[in-house]
């Protein structure tokens, strides 16, 4: 047995492209159209090599039609893809260097856990000995050594995700799409799978492009997300990025539920901080997204987690409300509570915290550098809400 | 406690049923019958088998019928699957219009189009025989191939096709390492539903069989029209098991589908050991 974490790799094998200069994936003004949908519409990414990519949004943003595409399982109705440099824009699926698991693993019924595996392997000719060696690697990464001479239908929901993963590993693609590939399976195996999928791409190194219309799953594996909407990037940039500076009410909606206090700008401090006037706070200095303009209607978004039960002190803004209703999760507690102006807040506090109670008005408080200002866009707001 | 009487409807439906089998049971009953004249049973005796195996023009017969069978199911498989995979791919309107098509062919009377197969074979001079039987028999078999294919591939998820193409497969691989053996129990169904019907055609065979192929079922009427023999009864007979043969496989092939027919033969060799 070796010491070191069996790593894969990937570029090994005999014939197998030297590593193409540039982003691993390159999207330039892709789009779909399905007569007057415009199910994706006008997407620039670049994917860099060995990066962990996410594509997040409701149902209907185009992020599978996107995944799609690369795939070469949807035509693009405009717009060109580039896999490692070269354009593949044109090319059948099973000539691009990509590889996908399907949401619900599409593994072939009549055929063995094996020949699942060796499909694409027998595809390209490869010799008997190489097919064996490559397919024993791949069922001890996915950890399904002993299970090869079953069928797909005598594996659990689990099992047959890491036989789809294995089966796309082989091939040793220098993309891996994955489609929602933990959607069909419980809480609990999602939580195990997220944290194989995130080792194995961590010692394979390939390029992951993952959608899900989970954020968390989104935040918890991926390198960069682009949350999308309606067919087109909303905001591109790390999950730290995105939660803590969204550039849209959608995107800070979609990205975790978030107090959104209606304010408008009263004064520009630089690009970038603003002084803003909001309902039942009054004026306060926070950093928001560049470019708003003094008297625009905006929002200023503050999340449950900041809140505490304190009075208003320095570098701190906040107001008094009512707690209406309490939720248990877990280890925090979810306060839902209602201002004086009858708006909803909400507020997550750890369990051990002084004891909260409904009915009781509070003091509440949060500190102006956990504060960003955007935008108002109640349209967005909504379509977030919705999912 | 007093039994109660049994419903209505179940007497009515015993009674169809007993009035429906005893022609069946009668032409069973018959041809194990000594006697030669069909008037009571007088004793059992397999007689009767072997005169029908051994005659010539019964046997010829029984080839020709098994030509036609094979030639017309074959054909008829092919438009099957490809018109099957055709429709997937069709837009809603080429496909209503393509279902009324194949359904015309089911409805409409055999006899109609056996009439025009044969005005349209005179006219191109197409000789008559075992290929112009097999091309009638074709019209309405494909309908039913058709209907059984569709109704498997309506069945799976085109994703299956989409992740074989993922993984490097060109169309024709896709098919012949995807979709083709998802098919098979499908295609084995419809195969044995339209050796059936091939075997008990008379209509296109009499119409388009001219004088140089006569299948057994043409054979039987000739017969029937002189005279009923017990020889008649025991190539029913004979006509019926091979009927009943080929239904009970198609049936068993359905029931064991999903699973898969080689699954199951590998649990029973497992519950063996």
């Given at each position: 047995?070796?010491?070191?974490?069996?790593?894969?790799?990937?570029?090994?094998?005999?014939?197998?492209?030297?590593?193409?200069?540039?982003?691993a994936?390159?999207?330039?003004?892709?789009?779909?159209?399905?007569?007057?949908?415009?199910?994706?519409d006008?997407?620039?990414?670049?994917?860099?090599?060995?990066?962990?990519?996410?594509?997040?949004?409701?149902?209907?943003?185009?992020?599978?039609?996107?995944?799609?595409?690369?795939?070469?399982?949807?035509?693009?109705?405009?717009?060109?893809?580039?896999?490692?440099?070269?354009?593949?824009?044109?090319?059948?699926?099973?000539?691009?260097?990509?590889?996908?698991?399907?949401?619900q693993?599409?593994?072939?019924p009549?055929?063995?856990?094996?020949?699942?595996?060796?499909?694409?392997?027998?595809?390209?000719?490869v010799s008997?000995?190489?097919?064996?060696?490559?397919?024993?690697?791949?069922?001890?990464?996915?950890?399904?050594?002993?299970?090869?001479?079953?069928?797909?239908?005598?594996?659990?929901?689990?099992?047959?995700?890491?036989?789809?993963?294995?089966?796309?590993?082989?091939?040793?693609p220098?993309?891996?799409?994955?489609?929602?590939?933990?959607?069909?399976?419980?809480?609990?195996?999602?939580?195990?799978?997220?944290?194989?999928?995130?080792?194995?791409?961590?010692?394979?190194?390939?390029?992951?492009?993952?959608?899900?219309?989970?954020?968390?799953?989104?935040?918890?594996?991926?390198?960069?997300?682009?949350?999308?909407?309606?067919?087109?990037?909303?905001?591109l940039?790390?999950?730290?990025?995105?939660?803590?500076?969204?550039?849209?009410?959608?995107?800070?909606?979609?990205?975790?539920?978030?107090n959104?206090?209606?304010?408008?700008v009263?004064?520009?401090?630089?690009?970038?901080?603003?002084e803003?006037?909001?309902?039942?706070?009054?004026?306060?200095?926070?950093?928001?997204?560049?470019?708003?303009?003094?008297?625009?209607?905006?929002c200023?978004?503050?999340?449950?987690?900041?809140?505490?039960?304190?009075?208003?002190?320095?570098?701190?803004?906040?107001?008094?409300?009512?707690?209406?209703?309490?939720a248990?999760l877990?280890?925090?507690?979810?306060?839902?509570?209602e201002?004086?102006?009858?708006?909803?807040?909400?507020?997550?506090?750890?369990?051990?915290?002084?004891?909260?109670?409904?009915?009781?008005?509070?003091?509440?408080?949060?500190p102006?550098?956990?504060?960003?200002?955007?935008?108002?866009?109640?349209?967005?707001?909504r379509?977030?809400?919705?999912? | 406690?007093?039994?109660?009487?049994?419903?209505?409807?179940?007497?009515?439906?015993?009674?169809?049923?007993?009035?429906?089998?005893?022609?069946?049971?009668?032409?069973?009953v018959?041809?194990?019958?000594?006697?030669?004249?069909?008037?009571?049973?007088?004793?059992?005796?397999?007689?009767?088998?072997?005169?029908?195996?051994?005659?010539?023009?019964?046997?010829?017969?029984?080839?020709t019928?098994?030509?036609?069978?094979?030639?017309?199911?074959?054909?008829?498989?092919?438009?099957?699957?490809?018109?099957?995979?055709?429709?997937?791919?069709?837009?809603?309107?080429?496909?209503?219009i393509?279902?009324?098509?194949?359904?015309?062919r089911?409805v409409?009377?055999?006899?109609?189009?056996?009439?025009?197969?044969?005005i349209?074979?005179?006219?191109?001079?197409?000789?008559?025989?075992?290929?112009?039987?097999?091309?009638?028999?074709?019209?309405?078999?494909?309908?039913?191939?058709?209907?059984?294919?569709?109704?498997?591939?309506?069945?799976l998820s085109?994703?299956?096709?989409?992740?074989?193409?993922?993984?490097?497969?060109?169309?024709?691989?896709?098919f012949?390492?995807?979709?083709?053996?998802?098919?098979?129990?499908?295609?084995?169904?419809a195969?044995?539903?339209?050796?059936?019907?091939?075997?008990?055609?008379?209509?296109?065979?009499?119409?388009?069989?001219?004088?140089s192929?006569?299948?057994?079922?043409?054979?039987?009427?000739?017969?029937?029209r002189?005279?009923?023999?017990?020889?008649v009864?025991?190539i029913?007979?004979?006509?019926?098991?091979?009927?009943l043969?080929?239904?009970?496989?198609?049936?068993?092939?359905?029931?064991?589908?999903?699973?898969?027919?080689?699954?199951?033969?590998?649990?029973?060799?497992?519950?063996?050991?």
């Amino acid at each position: 047995m070796s010491d070191a974490s069996p790593a894969i790799d990937v570029h090994a094998g005999a014939g197998s492209p030297t590593p193409a200069p540039g982003p691993a994936v390159r999207l330039v003004d892709l789009s779909r159209f399905y007569g007057e949908v415009r199910a994706v519409d006008g997407i620039d990414v670049e994917i860099g090599d060995g990066e962990f990519f996410s594509m997040i949004g409701p149902s209907g943003c185009g992020k599978t039609t996107t995944l799609r595409m690369i795939a070469g399982l949807v035509e693009p109705s405009a717009g060109r893809i580039e896999v490692s440099g070269r354009d593949v824009t044109r090319l059948r699926a099973h000539r691009r260097p990509v590889n996908t698991v399907f949401q619900q693993y599409a593994l072939f019924p009549h055929l063995s856990i094996f020949e699942n595996i060796a499909f694409g392997l027998r595809e390209r000719r490869v010799s008997r000995a190489e097919v064996n060696q490559r397919v024993g690697e791949m069922l001890e990464l996915v950890d399904l050594v002993g299970r090869e001479k079953q069928r797909p239908s005598q594996l659990s929901g689990g099992q047959q995700q890491r036989v789809a993963l294995a089966r796309s590993l082989v091939l040793r693609p220098e993309v891996l799409l994955l489609d929602e590939p933990l959607g069909a399976l419980d809480l609990k195996l999602r939580k195990q799978l997220q944290l194989q999928l995130k080792r194995i791409q961590r010692e394979v190194g390939i390029t992951f492009v993952y959608v899900t219309h989970d954020q968390e799953e989104a935040f918890f594996m991926s390198d960069r997300v682009a949350i999308m909407r309606d067919g087109r990037i909303e905001q591109l940039g790390s999950p730290r990025d995105v939660y803590q500076r969204p550039a849209t009410e959608f995107v800070a909606e979609f990205v975790g539920a978030s107090n959104r206090l209606e304010s408008t700008v009263v004064e520009r401090h630089g690009d970038d901080e603003y002084e803003v006037e909001a309902d039942g706070v009054g004026r306060f200095r926070a950093r928001g997204v560049p470019g708003l303009a003094v008297g625009q209607s905006s929002c200023a978004i503050v999340r449950p987690e900041v809140i505490s039960a304190e009075p208003v002190s320095e570098g701190r803004a906040g107001l008094s409300a009512t707690v209406t209703d309490l939720a248990y999760l877990g280890h925090q507690i979810s306060c839902l509570m209602e201002t004086p102006g009858g708006r909803p807040l909400s507020m997550t506090v750890h369990q051990h915290h002084s004891p909260v109670e409904v009915g009781s008005t509070y003091e509440l408080s949060w500190p102006l550098r956990s504060v960003w200002v955007l935008a108002r866009d109640e349209a967005g707001a909504r379509a977030a809400e919705k999912v | 406690m007093r039994r109660r009487l049994p419903r209505p409807t179940s007497v009515f439906t015993g009674a169809v049923m007993i009035c429906l089998y005893l022609p069946i049971i009668a032409v069973v009953v018959y041809s194990v019958d000594k006697s030669a004249d069909l008037i009571g049973f007088t004793g059992f005796t397999t007689h009767w088998y072997s005169v029908a195996f051994h005659d010539p023009q019964v046997r010829q017969d029984l080839v020709t019928s098994l030509e036609v069978a094979a030639g017309s199911t074959v054909i008829s498989l092919a438009i099957a699957i490809c018109a099957g995979l055709w429709t997937r791919g069709a837009s809603p309107r080429a496909r209503r219009i393509f279902d009324g098509l194949t359904y015309s062919r089911i409805v409409l009377p055999e006899i109609v189009f056996a009439l025009g197969l044969l005005i349209l074979f005179s006219k191109l001079h197409v000789a008559y025989g075992v290929w112009a039987i097999i091309f009638g028999q074709v019209v309405f078999n494909s309908a039913y191939a058709t209907i059984i294919i569709q109704a498997r591939l309506a069945s799976l998820s085109g994703t299956l096709e989409e992740a074989a193409a993922d993984l490097g497969a060109n169309r024709w691989r896709v098919f012949r390492r995807v979709t083709f053996p998802l098919l098979v129990p499908a295609v084995l169904v419809a195969a044995l539903l339209m050796i059936s019907f091939s075997f008990d055609d008379v209509i296109v065979a009499q119409f388009l069989g001219g004088s140089s192929a006569e299948p057994i079922s043409v054979l039987l009427l000739g017969m029937i029209r002189l005279h009923v023999t017990p020889e008649v009864n025991a190539i029913g007979t004979g006509l019926m098991l091979i009927t009943l043969l080929t239904f009970s496989t198609a049936g068993l092939i359905t029931v064991l589908r999903p699973t898969g027919a080689g699954q199951f033969l590998a649990l029973g060799r497992r519950a063996a050991k």
